[in-house]
């Protein structure tokens, strides 16, 4: 599979940081997106009503060469491997 394009894809952009590059997907606006994806990697949370969560930004990221893939929603990181976060990915 093409991790590249596949993020691409999602919406993943590539943003270079001073640790090296990072493709990212961050969410802050999208009530029901947030929601869909937390469904999608399996995280509790809670609802306040029937379309607001209680999460400020969800961040989805992984290294340039698809390690370090991480799973971020208010100070809450999860560490995932490789291939399960893009399975993920590709449910989004």
């Not at 994806?37 to 992984?62: R, Y």
Request: with cysteine.
């Amino acid at each position: 599979m093409n991790y590249g394009n596949l993020l691409k894809e999602k919406g993943f952009v590539l943003n270079t940081y001073p640790e090296g590059k990072f493709w990212e997907l961050v969410i802050t606006n999208d009530e029901s997106k947030k929601e869909h994806i937390c469904k999608i990697f399996e995280a509790d949370i809670e609802l306040f009503d029937s379309d607001t969560t209680d999460i400020d930004t969800l961040i989805l990221q992984c290294a340039e060469n698809f390690t370090k893939c991480l799973f971020y929603y208010d100070c809450n990181p999860f560490d995932m491997e490789t291939k399960t976060f893009m399975k993920c990915v590709e449910n989004i």
